[in-house]
């Protein structure tokens, strides 16, 4: 059954459909789908780099853009694996007063997943810079 | 898992691999003895990163 490409919010072809109530999820969207693209390009210029030879500049440039539109992706896959592991008591959206009692009651150790990803998406914003910085292959 | 029946495990895969890949890579720059260990990273990054591409587009604009 082919995926439908509609839903409530509007067709899928509508970039602008979550800019109104989600716009974490439009930047999310927007980079993504720009991302489809540029890593087919960003894949095949470092083949040309190992086999042919490419500016080890150009490269770099080229992987520093990958980095740019790679982010929103890696923010929203940390914390995916938070919302997993928390069982949705960490980025859930949910009410403070619940959030507060189910921590106490059932889950006192669900505290540490913001702090993971936290942690995760600081290293990847580290990385960019030490990117910029030392880029070598 | 169902991802592996259709696929989806390699995007899934490409989608976390590929972004730990580059960071390996660029932490491991300042080490010249690591060059052909970042050679390694680059090129399954690239794999990686085209097999990412195709599946994207194959989910989001053509639909399977």
Do not use: C
Request: proline share 3%; net charge positive; hydrophobic share 55%.
């Amino acid at each position: 059954m082919e995926k439908k490409t509609y839903d409530m919010r509007g067709h899928q072809a509508n970039i602008a459909r979550l800019f109104v109530f989600d716009k974490e999820g439009f930047v999310h969207m927007l980079f993504y789908r720009i991302l489809i693209f540029y890593s087919v390009v960003y894949g095949l210029a470092v083949l040309v780099f190992l086999t042919y030879g490419l500016s080890p500049l150009l490269l770099k440039a080229m992987t520093a853009v990958l980095w740019i539109f790679f982010t929103p992706q890696v923010y929203e896959t940390a914390k995916g694996f938070s919302l997993i592991g928390s069982k949705g008591l960490a980025f859930g959206h949910l009410s403070e007063e619940y959030i507060f009692l189910a921590k106490n009651k059932y889950h006192k150790g669900v505290s540490i997943f913001p702090t993971v990803t936290t942690v995760a998406f600081a290293m990847w914003i580290i990385g960019f810079v030490m990117m910029l910085l030392w880029w070598n292959i | 898992m169902s991802a592996f029946k259709n696929g989806m495990m390699f995007f899934y895969g490409a989608m976390a691999g590929v972004p730990l890949l580059l960071w390996l890579v660029a932490m491991l720059s300042p080490y010249p003895q690591y060059h052909v260990v970042r050679l390694a990273f680059i090129a399954l990054a690239a794999v990686g990163s085209i097999v990412f591409g195709i599946m994207g587009y194959k989910e989001v604009f053509s639909h399977g």
